[in-house]
């Protein structure tokens, strides 16, 4: 029987290698004329050993990395086919402490699974979600996801249900299932991950979805710069269709739904939804006014659901192991698992699923094991280039939204980017606002012209440039972005530029008594505003 | 009007092609996006003139065309080189060295982010994450993407590059 070894196809680990080592692992066993079977799969997400090779052994997947194409030859001598000794040799890939001690339920499957193969996705527990959906009426699927208080995984945090059943009690000929996957945060790639490990989970997802409140077709939005998720979702979508998963009878029942990958052109904005939608239609992608919701009056002016690709990769686990398992794990009001993902300077970056109300701590520390550069951790951004940055002391915040809200920041797509003590916050807080100015739709004037004004002000502060006065201009301009901004864009720039300023203010020059209008919760002080423009006037 | 299919021949693109692309999409809801795409792969960019074959065949204004075009970042109007590096200049590659990444391969390309060399070698862009956020800092060639790239791997991946 031929010897069966993994080799990740995603992205990051193709990125570090894995496409030339599995070539060489090919090339190595035609040498010694020994067959063996490569399966590409998902990434674990323990990227520091990434390129992982894994070899399915009696006692389980034994797991080796990092693996080089240099390496490959010592693996074979050392009969890694048969999980022999290597330096490389992690031991069985399951009872690896950093994934063990996970809480994979959104991801249960991504890094075991064929992503290719729907087989491999019925073997591992999939497809059953969408079995016992079909068994209940759309109320009671929507019902169901409302007890789960699953909560949108795209950064807003709106309640699925709620956003399900608006879309459910919309009366129209047609109605679609949107997905969001034009994962744009820096420091953020579950998504990718996903769509590259077991995008039959997203289908499914988007299925029960369309089943909920009568949609018959889906779109899946997804950025161009993610080639490699374009293929695996391209060839994932045809198998469906392939088995009857899609298509006018969906898994047999009366049933129709149908999915279409359209593909983004680099504007960060189409996270947005209304860009979004405006996108899909074919136009710019400018934000609209809401109201009309989408989930009343949406894509092509119908009832749309959109949700982002862990929500919707994440409803299949809720139908299959019921809605109050689910509930069960998390903190508050945010039930459940999120997806954190490590990125920027850490030793151990990766994808850690965990109940929500972690600490930033046992993320960045525990799984992250610190910073790459050995340097001490200076600060963090939690949710992206819109969320705000805290400083090493403030690494016992929980990771909840709730937690989150109260400390000015939020949570987002679960991206976390770790800085060591070279950063200068000054120029990160520039970047934020430059970042806006050339991702603006344009549509509203706070952030078009805002963003602009942002960068130059910084500019000033940096240069000490009349920096009282610019100060006063910035925290004005914060608040105008923050309270007149049509979309999240320039209404949440604030946060990386006013928690850079409120915890780092010597990086602009300043001190902590030039910042006192911050309050902790990020929120400006007005009140303090019109006694320092009193005095300055 | 007549899409000026006179100047085109010039320019190496036949507009018959540039229609049949257009006709073949254009019955699907929100079939400019799709078109636009699928011109650029075949051309590498989008070409003035190709503006009002797609307005003519899609029913809609060119400036509408033109709109959707100049709003996307990935949408070019000039023929690119031929091999694109994209360099990430996000957060996540800024914390691992992305700054002084971008500036060494400005050197070594003699490029500025959006320019293409003079022969037509490379085109130089920024990209604002690849999702490879776990492996900053990245760029991508083509359609190729790596990871933990320092300056001398940089070179490596270019040298590389030149013996395919």
């Known amino acids: 029987m031929d010897a069966l070894v993994y080799v990740p196809r995603d992205a990051s680990a193709i990125s570090l290698g894995a496409d030339t080592v599995a070539g060489a692992i090919a090339a190595a066993a035609a040498r010694c004329g020994r067959p063996v079977k490569i399966v590409r799969n998902g990434s674990r997400g323990m990227y520091s050993h990434e390129p992982m090779v894994e070899a399915v052994t009696p006692s389980g997947r034994v797991a080796y990395g990092p693996v080089s194409t240099a390496d490959v030859g010592a693996l074979f001598e050392a009969d890694f086919l048969n999980g022999g000794a290597h330096r490389l040799r992690l031991g069985v890939a399951e009872n690896i402490p950093w994934l063990k001690s996970q809480t994979r339920l959104t991801f249960s499957r991504v890094g075991v699974i064929d992503p290719a193969s729907p087989d491999d996705y019925i073997a591992h527990e999939g497809h059953r979600g969408l079995d016992r959906a079909l068994t209940m009426a759309p109320d009671e699927i929507v019902a169901e996801l409302t007890k789960s208080e699953l909560r949108g995984r795209g950064g807003a945090g709106f309640p699925a249900g709620i956003k399900w059943k608006t879309a459910l009690d919309a009366r129209a000929d047609q109605k679609y299932i949107v997905c969001n996957a034009d994962e744009g945060d820096s420091g953020t790639f579950s998504d990718r991950m996903i769509m590259e490990g077991d995008p039959f989970a997203l289908i499914e997802g988007m299925t029960i979805a369309a089943l909920a409140v009568g949609a018959t077709r889906g779109y899946i939005y997804l950025r161009s710069e993610y080639p490699h998720a374009r293929r695996t979702l391209a060839t994932a979508l045809a198998a469906a269709h392939a088995k009857g998963w899609l298509g006018a009878k969906i898994s047999g029942s009366r049933n129709a739904f149908d999915i279409e990958l359209r593909i983004g052109a680099g504007a960060y904005i189409c996270g947005e939804e209304t860009a979004m939608l405006e996108s899909i239609e074919g136009k710019r992608g400018m934000v609209r006014y809401k109201p009309p919701i989408p989930a009343v009056e949406g894509l092509f002016g119908k009832p749309t659901i959109v949700n982002n690709v862990i929500t919707l990769a994440t409803v299949p686990v809720i139908f299959d192991r019921g809605a109050e398992s689910y509930a069960a794990t998390g903190t508050g009001k945010s039930r459940g698992t999120l997806p954190f993902q490590i990125a920027g300077n850490a030793k151990r970056p990766g994808l850690v699923e965990a109940p929500l109300g972690i600490t930033i701590r046992e993320i960045v520390d525990g799984y992250g094991g610190g910073t790459a550069s050995d340097r001490p951790i200076r600060a963090v951004q939690v949710g992206g280039p819109l969320g705000a940055y805290f400083p090493a002391s403030m690494l016992d915040t929980l990771l909840d939204y709730e937690s989150m809200a109260a400390h000015g920041g939020i949570l987002g797509h679960g991206g976390i980017v770790v800085f060591d003590d070279t950063v200068n916050m000054a120029q990160m807080a520039r970047y934020a606002m430059e970042f806006c100015a050339i991702e603006s739709c344009g549509k509203c004037t706070p952030c078009r012209i805002g963003s602009v004004r942002g960068t130059e002000v910084i500019d000033d502060i940096i240069a000490r440039r009349r920096s009282t006065e610019n100060l006063s201009l910035l925290r004005d301009l914060c608040d105008t972005m923050k309270l007149g901004s049509l979309c999240q864009l320039g209404g949440l720039v604030p946060l990386p530029v006013l928690s850079g300023l409120k915890y780092f203010p010597d990086d602009f020059g300043l001190t902590a008594a030039d910042v006192e209008f911050i309050g902790p919760d990020l929120a400006i002080n007005t009140a303090g505003a019109a006694k320092s423009d009193a005095i300055a006037g | ?164």
């Open chain 2, 1 to 164: 009007m007549g899409a000026g299919q006179s100047a085109n021949g010039s320019a190496g693109w036949d507009p018959a092609e540039i229609a049949a692309i257009a006709v073949r999409l254009k019955n699907q809801p929100g079939a400019l996006m799709p078109v636009l795409h699928a011109v650029q792969e075949r051309l590498g960019y989008i070409p003035a003139d190709a503006v009002s074959i797609i307005a003519h065949t899609l029913n809609l204004s060119r400036a509408e065309v033109h709109g959707v075009i100049s709003f996307y970042h990935d949408f070019r109007t000039e023929p690119p080189g031929r091999t694109i590096i994209r360099v990430c200049r996000a957060e996540s590659c800024q914390a691992m060295g992305a700054t002084a990444l971008a500036e060494h391969i400005r050197r070594r390309l003699g490029l500025d982010f959006g320019a293409t060399s003079l022969g037509g070698e490379f085109t130089l862009g920024a990209v604002y994450c690849l999702g490879n956020c776990a492996c900053s800092p990245a760029i991508m060639v083509g359609d190729d993407i790596y990871g933990r790239v320092t300056p001398n791997r940089f070179d490596e991946i270019i040298v590389q590059l030149g013996k395919k």
